[in-house]
């Protein structure tokens, strides 16, 4: 297996930035964004942490609020918060010299078993198998692996053949072949078996059950939530608040949540207006400006955002007023970034006496 996967892996690797660099840095970097993001969506994302914070140090002197806007966009932002706090380690506690042996490395916040062999073997060649997505799909068709991939004894079963097959003299690039086979070759839909160089002894190709492996036991439950956003300007200024509680969105911006009545819950925003305008203290001045649906791992979002032209004094012990120029600088959750930038010429209107929203 290992000289078939070294001939394919020099015919078709992607010619990556982190792949020309043994720096554990600029390679924690890369496994860190690349966490549940495909490459081309992580890639600019890279370069941009590269650019802004060239060294460990850097990443670790800079604000929470610049890491997470510098994120935005890529999601699960616990990543982020994780990747300042582990810069602020190594930088303290080792001195700014990455840790060079597996177990300090899985130490480190944010970094998992799969984080850890990678950063192990890519940046100090230490021979320790990566086990991602990418690697579990295709060891699981090509030894018949029907053991579910999600729960312990699968995780145990791939990671005893892989001990197997790993070239121990050159761990970093058998990893990085792998993965690469198995996100360009063994893809999940439609994979590419006839161009496959493991096609005659791959077990699921000569059985016929490419669709069925791997198999998986546990599902997340997709929860629906409701979020109703109040939408305040008062005097060139927005109200806004700053998630404390530990979510997903934690140490992100948005705005001020408004309360919903029972009768209102289960229902769309514009069968609930009724019932949300007659709540509300200041009713006669809302307005529905725009409504979405965002999709989490765990939670189907239906967002609503409503103007008012003055917040109630319940929310405010929570919220704060900034600039409406400096709004459009702050880390903020997609759903609030693409309602935000579709309203940018509201920045324009604060000029004048009576900002409007664009309606939708």
């Not at 319940?314 to 309602?339: C, D, G, Y």
Request: charged share 25%; aromatic share 12%; with cysteine.
């Amino acid at each position: 297996m290992k000289k078939t996967l070294s001939d394919w892996f020099s015919q078709y690797k992607r010619d990556l930035p982190w792949r020309h660099t043994k720096n554990p840095y600029f390679i924690w970097l890369s496994e860190v964004i690349l966490q549940q993001t495909q490459v081309v969506q992580g890639l600019p994302y890279y370069l941009n942490f590269c650019e802004k914070y060239p060294t460990v140090q850097d990443l670790a002197s800079a604000p929470e609020d610049e890491v997470l806007k510098l994120w935005q966009g890529l999601g699960y932002y616990s990543r982020a918060r994780n990747l300042h706090k582990t810069a602020k380690i190594i930088t303290e506690k080792y001195s700014g010299t990455f840790p060079n042996n597996y177990d300090e490395i899985r130490a480190l916040p944010g970094v998992g078993d799969y984080t850890a062999a990678a950063i192990a073997s890519f940046a100090f060649n230490l021979c320790y198998p990566v086990l991602d997505g990418n690697v579990s799909r295709a060891i699981s068709r090509m030894f018949g692996v029907t053991t579910p991939i999600d729960i312990s004894a699968g995780k145990a079963e791939l990671m005893k053949i892989l001990n197997k097959q790993i070239d121990k003299k050159n761990p970093s690039e058998f990893n990085q072949a792998i993965m690469e086979f198995g996100s360009m070759c063994c893809k999940p839909r439609q994979p590419l078996c006839l161009a496959c160089p493991f096609q005659k002894n791959c077990y699921a190709f000569r059985y016929a059950v490419i669709d069925t492996l791997p198999i998986k036991n546990n599902k997340i439950a997709v929860k629906p939530r409701r979020l109703d956003y109040l939408v305040c300007i008062e005097d060139d200024h927005i109200w806004i608040k700053k998630r404390t509680n530990r979510d997903i969105w934690q140490g992100l911006y948005d705005f001020p949540e408004m309360d919903l009545p029972r009768h209102c819950e289960g229902k769309s925003p514009k069968q609930s207006m009724s019932g949300l305008l007659r709540s509300a203290r200041n009713d006669e001045q809302m307005q529905l400006l725009y409504s979405c649906e965002h999709l989490l791992s765990h939670q189907k979002l239906t967002i609503s955002f409503f103007k008012t032209e003055k917040l109630p004094k319940n929310l405010k012990s929570t919220a704060q007023k900034v600039p409406l120029s400096q709004f459009f600088e702050l880390a903020v959750p997609k759903p609030i970034h693409n309602f935000a930038s579709q309203n940018q010429h509201v920045v324009k209107a604060a000029k004048k006496k009576r900002p409007k929203l664009k309606k939708f």
